[in-house]
């Protein structure tokens, strides 16, 4: 049977930071991947570091950057067919960018349902992933992808497996470590050029984390982690001082080797925890 896998990602960069893994394996496996990006992610930085909710921000230059970026990336990771909805950048939820009629946020279901229908019935992808519903962390355009996939499913007339990409609470916690201690490296260099460091980030009250008995499938992606880090690095205009940037191919190996789902249909009626994505496709 040919196997194909879909990804229904919001902006240009989360292909990589989510399934670059599995993307660059399944790929080399044989398996046709598809991505669909729905935004352009205007609400980036922009060329010249002006920030989203700044007047001055350039959506536009940022969007033709991106666009490029994401043709580098997926190149990287082999991805046979890259598909753009086009939709503008909504911004995080609260943002004025959240009003525009063009955003995805304020997209109509029905009518980006229909257009992810006719590719899901083009290429009969076995396995589809997107993000939970509420978007991994919140992100209106995120959280849209989630429903507009899941209308989807309604307009196709064969049930895929659909799966959610997840971080199970053990790894999370080393995140948070690992994040705690950078941002203290920060503040210490901070005080030593004599400057007022910047103030401790602010937790997230939600815990993003998925408890690890209820993770479906671990992928080890661990011999592709080379070319995850290299598709994160094509989107160079948006890496900022993200702790991708910083780490070193080794310790990027290490953090980044496994991509983590939970399945939301099963429609083989899978049991058990899996390492493979299309565990009974095979
Ligand atoms: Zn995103």
Same mark, same amino acid.
């Given at each position: ?7 229904? !990602? ?100 029905? =009518? ?6 006719? /590719? ?7 396995? /589809? ?12 355009? !995120? ?23 997840? /971080? ?54 661990? =011999?592709?982690? !080379?070319?995850?880090? =290299? ?52």
């Amino acid at each position: 049977m040919s196997l194909t896998f879909l990804a229904v !990602h919001a902006h240009p960069d989360d292909e990589a930071s989510s399934s670059g893994g599995v993307l660059a394996q399944l790929s080399d496996e044989g398996v046709r991947t598809i991505v669909v990006t729905c935004t352009n992610g205007e609400c980036g930085d922009d060329p010249r570091g002006v920030k989203p909710l700044d007047d001055s921000h350039d959506g536009e230059s940022v969007a033709a950057l991106r666009a490029e970026e994401l043709d580098r990336a997926v190149e990287i990771l082999g991805v046979s067919r890259l598909e753009r909805f086009g939709y503008r950048d909504s911004g995080m939820m609260g943002w004025p960018q959240n009003d525009d009629p063009r955003c995805f946020w304020r997209c109509d279901v029905a =009518a980006a349902a229909e257009r992810l229908a006719d /590719i899901v019935r083009e290429e009969r992808p076995q396995v /589809i992933m997107t993000y939970n519903e509420y978007g991994f962390y919140g992100h209106p355009d !995120h959280i849209m992808a989630n429903t507009v996939t899941r209308a989807m499913l309604e307009l196709i007339d064969y049930e895929p497996t659909l799966v959610y990409n997840a /971080i199970p609470s053990s790894v999370m916690a080393l995140f948070r470590e690992r994040w705690a201690a950078e941002d203290a490296r920060r503040r210490e260099e901070a005080l030593a050029r004599g400057e007022e460091p910047e103030p401790v980030s602010e937790d997230e009250d939600r815990d993003l984390s998925t408890p690890d008995d209820l993770v479906d499938v671990a992928v080890d992606v661990s =011999a592709v982690t !080379h070319r995850k880090r =290299a598709a994160l690095l094509a989107h160079a205009s948006q890496l900022g001082d993200s702790f991708f940037g910083t780490m070193s191919e080794e310790e990027f190996r290490q953090a980044m080797g496994t991509e983590w789902f939970v399945r939301a249909t099963n429609p083989l009626g899978l049991t058990g925890p899996s390492r493979d994505l299309f565990a009974g496709y095979r």
